[in-house]
Every structure is written in C-alpha cells, then in structure tokens.
C-alpha cells in the first residue's frame, strides 16, 4: 500500500517534557464496542483541561454519532470538532488533491457522508475509488470500482489499512474485516497498491495536530495497538503511549520492527500515575 504522504519529522520530545496534547484513540482504550473501559471516565475528567482530539481509524460513525456513542457510556460528549475519523481525513486528503473531487466509495454511511463534504458522487468518471469498512462490497460494487480504476483511471483509496477489528455482538466478541481486508480484491483485480490514509500513515496525525496548532513533538498519542497507533506517532515525531487493553493484552511481547512507546502501561489508571507531573494542574 503507498503512503498518502511522507513524515514531516521524526525527532519527538524527551518522554520527561510536559504534555501539550493528546490524542486519543477510542475502540481499546476507552472502550470495548459499547462498554467502557476501567477508568476511562476518570481518565477523561483527569485530562479535561488538556487540549486534546479523540483520533481514530475506524470510519464507520460520523463524528457527531461517535460523540453520542460516547455519552451514551457516561464518558462524556465532546464536540464534532474534538473528533476526527479516517473518514473525514480522507475527504480532506482527496480535496486538497483535487478539489471537487468525484468518488465512488464501498463502505458505511460515516464514509459517504464525510466524503459528500467535498466532493460528488459518480459511479461513470470517479476521480477516486474509495474503500472504508463497514457494509458496501459485494459483487456489483466490486466490479465498478474495478472498472473505474482500469477504464477510467480512478485512483485506489483505503481509509485505513488494518486488516481486522475487533467488534461485540449480543455481548459476544468478534472479528470484523478492516479496511485493508476490504480494498485487496479492488487491489489484486486491478494490480495496483491504495492510497492508505489512516495510521500508521502521517495524514490524520497531521491533521490533527493543525487542528489543534500544535507539532508532532508537543503531543502524545494513546493508542492499543503497535502496529497502527505507534508505528504512526514515531512515524511524525510524536511521543506514544500504549496501553494494553485492547488486542495487545499485558504480558504479550512486542511485535519484531514496530518502534516502542514512550510508556508501556497495563491500562489508563497506570497511564496516569506514570503521567504524574507532566499534565497541567486542574
């Protein structure tokens, strides 16, 4: 898969500098699909006063339904703008590439609707084929984004590259296919690599840092997973911290080529107590 954009650094603050910033990824740190996670709420609260924008690769709710999902689990309801999807920063990334843009997008609503921002839908002359998770590809959909990328030259998107999430339903865990799962028939049939723009790829860390005027090295990710939230911090210049409550449970060893965090903690209330002196007072 090709990079939507190279690093603009890769020299992060000592892990000692205070914290300017944080984002924050959701699904494995906060929560588990719609349970919240042991003092998630407190950690909330703790940070209240730092700027800060909950970041994440999953495409599927728009930002205003992710900040109800959110309330809906007592953690709080943060505004639209604190929110950033890999939805929405591939619709940044496509407008500022081609303003209005025409796509054809496989995947949930979040996706389309955030794309429908900037651009226009058109199944004929697509400028972009664009892949997200969630309901969407069968064999119809399939065969036109095909033949938009070979008979029209419509250039291949995906709005993350993980090849599976983790999802509850009825209380049960399961696995559900990633965006990177679901772009490789529109890939292999075409023989061509897609435009990734969720991490660990720099666009939606730079995206957020302009969104809260900041750079890299003045914020620190949160994330669970090593191989997308990490890899992508170090990837800018950004301090990282896991915590090991989603996928990458305590005790697992680190992934072979994938960058260490700054702090490598159990869950949010170690994360904390690590932090202790380098949060603002409040």
């Not at 720099?202 to 997973?225: I, S």
């Not at 949010?268 to 603002?280: F, I, S």
Request: net charge neutral.
């Amino acid at each position: 898969m090709s990079r939507s954009r190279e690093p603009l650094s890769t020299a992060s603050a000592p892990s000692g500098s205070p914290i300017r910033a944080l984002l924050l990824d959701m699904d494995g740190v906060l929560f588990h699909g719609s349970t919240p996670l042991p003092g998630a709420a407190a950690f909330l609260r703790r940070i209240a006063r730092v700027p800060h924008l909950f970041v994440t690769n999953n495409p599927i709710r728009t930002p205003a339904q992710v900040a109800t999902h959110l309330h809906a689990m007592g953690l709080g309801r943060p505004r639209d703008a604190q929110i950033l999807t890999s939805a929405e920063a591939t619709a940044r990334w496509l407008h500022r590439e081609r303003p209005r843009f025409h796509f054809y997008a496989v995947g949930a609503e979040g996706l389309h609707l955030a794309l429908q921002q900037y651009g226009a839908v058109d199944r004929q002359r697509a400028d972009f084929v664009v892949v997200g998770e969630g309901p969407g590809l069968d064999f119809d959909s399939l065969t036109t984004g095909i033949n938009l990328i070979l008979k029209r030259g419509a250039r291949l998107v995906v709005t993350n590259p993980d090849t599976s999430v983790d999802d509850s339903h009825e209380g049960e865990h399961r696995v559900l296919p990633g965006g990177g799962a679901l772009v490789a028939p529109f890939a292999a049939a075409c023989g061509v690599s897609p435009v990734v723009i969720g991490k660990p790829e720099p666009g939606l860390y730079e995206m957020a840092c302009e969104r809260l005027g900041l750079d890299a090295a003045d914020c620190v990710m949160v994330g669970d997973r090593p191989d997308t939230d990490i890899a992508g911090a170090h990837r800018v210049g950004m301090r990282a911290a896991l915590v090991r409550t989603g996928r990458f449970r305590p005790g697992a060893a680190w992934p072979a080529g994938v960058p260490r965090p700054h702090w490598d903690v159990d869950d949010l209330p170690a994360l904390e107590r690590a932090w202790h002196g380098l949060l603002p007072d409040g």
